[in-house]
Nanobody, 121 residues
Framework: QVQLVESGGGLVQAGGSLNLTCAAS????????MGWFRQAPGKEREFAAT????????NYADSVKGRFSISRDNAKSTVYLQMNRLKPEDTAVYYC??????????????WGQGTQVTVSS
């Protein structure tokens, strides 16, 4: 089992920045790729970013590429999502997930409870 707890969400104006943090506990953190997904009201959960087990490979959704940056610290069992130049359409609940290096949510077996990000125009 892996337990994931996200933090760092909040309300920010368009053009601003937020840094999300996901702290993991339980099984060995470095065994897993880590992903960030998001879900806006009335929409399906969508992929945002993923990082492989040692941080050497990353992948981003086109909608966030160049604005978001995912990173991990295996010594701290933590993964981060730095979000810059935020847009109102980035408003969503953001979820941290542990699993296989993939853009598909079904490849991740462990999920956090989510943190709300709201971007005002």
């Amino acid at each position: 089992q892996v337990q994931l707890v996200e933090s760092g969400g909040g309300l920010v104006q368009a053009g601003g920045s937020l840094n999300l943090t996901c702290a993991a506990s339980g099984r060995r953190f470095s065994n897993y790729a880590m992903g960030w997904f998001r879900q806006a009201p009335g929409k399906e959960r969508e992929f945002a970013a993923t990082v492989n087990w040692y941080g050497g490979s990353t992948n981003y959704a086109d909608s966030v590429k160049g604005r978001f940056s995912i990173s991990r610290d295996n010594a701290k069992s933590t993964v981060y999502l730095q979000m810059n130049r935020l847009k109102p359409e980035d408003t969503a609940v953001y979820y941290c997930a542990a699993g296989t290096y993939s853009t598909q949510w079904s490849e991740y077996g462990y999920w956090g409870q989510g943190t709300q990000v709201t971007v005002s125009s």
